[in-house]
C-alpha cells in the first residue's frame, strides 16, 4: 500500500511531525512519500493520505487548504486522515479542537479521524509581525509537541491501512 503523508508547515515544526508519521507508518511495512503540500502537484498512484497543516488563526494554512480544494474528490474517494499543529503552552492554548476549525476539509476530503497535535515556539524563527502576535498574547516559548501521541496515532493508521490491504 503506498501512502502520501505531506504536510504545510511554516516554520518546520508541522513538517516534522509529518516526517515522523512517515517513519512510523514505514516501520509497519508501508511504503510511504513524505512530502510537502506547498510543493506537491498530484495524488496519483497513492491509495491512502495523511495531510496536516500548522494551524493560524484558527485555520490550516493556505497551500494546505488550496490542495484539498483541488483534490478532495479524490482525497475522499481513498482512506485519509487530516492532522493539525498549532496549540503551545502548558495547558495548550488555545484549548482543545477548538482551536481549529476543519469540518470543511473533513467533509470534503471524507477523513477518517481529524488529530489536533500541540506544537511548537521558536521566536527566532518568526517574523516581526508574528513576533508582535506572540508578544501580544503572551505565548511561552517551547516545543509542546507530544511525539509519544503522534507515534501513537501514525500507528493506529498502520494498524488500519495493513487490516485494510
Known amino acids: 500500500m503506498r501512502v502520501l503523508v505531506a504536510a504545510s508547515s511554516r516554520h518546520g515544526a508541522t513538517g516534522e511531525i509529518a ?3 512517515g517513519r512510523v507508518l514505514t516501520e509497519h ?26 494551524v493560524y488563526v484558527g485555520r490550516w494554512l ?9 483534490h478532495a474528490g479524490e482525497l475522499a474517494a481513498r482512506p485519509t486522515w487530516l492532522f493539525s499543529s498549532g496549540p503551545i503552552g502548558d495547558p495548550p492554548k488555545p484549548d482543545g479542537d477548538a482551536g481549529v476549525n476543519v469540518d470543511g476539509l473533513v467533509e470534503a476530503t471524507g477523513a477518517l479521524e481529524h488529530r489536533l497535535f500541540t506544537g511548537r515556539l521558536d521566536r527566532s524563527r518568526l ?15 517551547g516545543d509542546y509537541r507530544d511525539w509519544d501521541d503522534v507515534r501513537e496515532w501514525a500507528g493506529t493508521i498502520a494498524g488500519a491501512l495493513t487490516v485494510a490491504s
Do not use: K, T, W
Request: proline share 2%; hydrophobic share 55%.
Open 19 to 21: 516526517a515522523e508519521i
Open 29 to 54: 511495512g508501508l511504503d510511504v512519500r513524505v512530502a510537502s503540500l506547498d510543493d506537491l502537484a498530484d495524488v496519483h498512484g497513492f491509495d491512502a493520505f495523511v495531510l496536516g497543516s500548522a
Open 62 to 70: 493556505g497551500p494546505a487548504r488550496a490542495f484539498v480544494d483541488e
Open 127 to 141: 517574523g516581526l509581525g508574528e513576533r508582535a502576535v506572540v508578544r501580544v498574547v503572551g505565548a511561552a516559548e
